[in-house]
């Protein structure tokens, strides 16, 4: 095949892609809240009119998976729109990481319940207390009252040192002053408690062979994420060996690959019948592509 007819086609193909993750993406229910209503300090949650105020910090909780989403394809749809540009590859490890990884834990049945309410309430506490923003305050109240609601059930999941930074956390932000060097320690620790539950959840999922992540697939993640924080070796021999041809190929190859793994989890998750006609023909339409890229990219 034309390397030139592969690329237009591999573009059409991440096209195809955007428009299913948009299709899966309104498949969720949407709330409409008078604005009457809120002005008022009130709002629905779960057909119940109540204080704003109490439920703010819920809604990116109770729905994780729509904000996930919605941030996965304006990376992807980012990444397309700049694929000439060498310097979105530094995006591959970020999108590996959602679109493999984060998709499994928020998408697929094999995740139990408890296992997405630990990831989600940990990674969410740790985005509440890390934010920098004039709105920082009213991230720190949801931090508490997150934490709160769910202290019982992470105590009986975490061990006793991170229960400690979660609390200390708690502790330095809730302080009129905030204690700069502390706060910086703790945000830290907190991401490290994210990176710890989502590795466990994971790595137990393919030991039960529920999850399958090749050596392949370990060996391009790792190459990437060392991309991404500097490796001088590898962001100069990329840089220099690569021809644009070179680098789109690795992007429509990344975006194929990610895009593919993610639509399929969506598709089981939604459990509707048209959304997964639709997925499945597409799903059939780029199989033959897939071979057909990967001999071209082979030849090359």
């Given at each position: ?244 041809d070179n680098h789109l190929f690795r992007v429509y190859a990344y975006l194929n690959v990610v895009g593919n793994e993610l ?32 001999t071209e990219w082979e030849e090359r």
């Open positions: 095949m034309n390397k030139n007819k592969t690329l237009i086609e591999a573009k059409g193909q991440v096209a195809k892609l955007l428009r299913l993750f948009e299709k899966g993406y309104d498949l969720f229910p949407t709330k409409k809240v008078p604005a009457e209503l809120i002005i008022k300090g009130y709002t629905y949650y779960k057909n119940i009119i109540v204080p704003l105020e109490t439920v703010s910090h819920k809604y990116l909780y109770d729905e994780y998976e729509i904000p996930f989403l919605n941030a996965f394809i304006a990376l992807f749809r980012r990444i397309v729109e700049e694929s000439p540009s060498f310097s979105n590859e530094l995006a591959f490890r970020t999108l590996l990481e959602m679109g493999t990884e984060d998709s499994y834990i928020l998408f697929d049945k094999n995740i139990s319940i408890d296992e997405k309410r630990l990831y989600t309430t940990i990674a969410l506490l740790a985005d509440y207390s890390s934010i920098e923003t004039s709105m920082k305050k009213l991230f720190f109240g949801w931090f508490n009252k997150l934490y709160k609601e769910n202290a019982v059930f992470l105590k009986g999941k975490l061990n006793e040192k991170q229960i400690e930074t979660i609390e200390r956390m708690g502790e330095v932000i809730n302080k009129d002053v905030l204690d700069e060097v502390a706060y910086t320690q703790l945000i830290k620790k907190m991401r490290q408690i994210v990176n710890d539950v989502k590795s466990d959840i994971l790595n137990n999922h393919e030991q039960r062979k529920l999850l399958v992540r090749t050596n392949s697939f370990k060996r391009m993640k790792s190459g990437e994420s060392h991309t991404l924080h500097g490796n001088v070796f590898l962001i100069a021999f990329r840089m220099k060996q690569q021809s644009l639509l399929g989890r969506l598709s089981k998750y939604h459990k509707n019948k048209g959304f997964e006609e639709k997925v499945e023909k597409y799903m059939e339409e780029n199989e033959k592509f897939r071979s057909s890229f990967k």
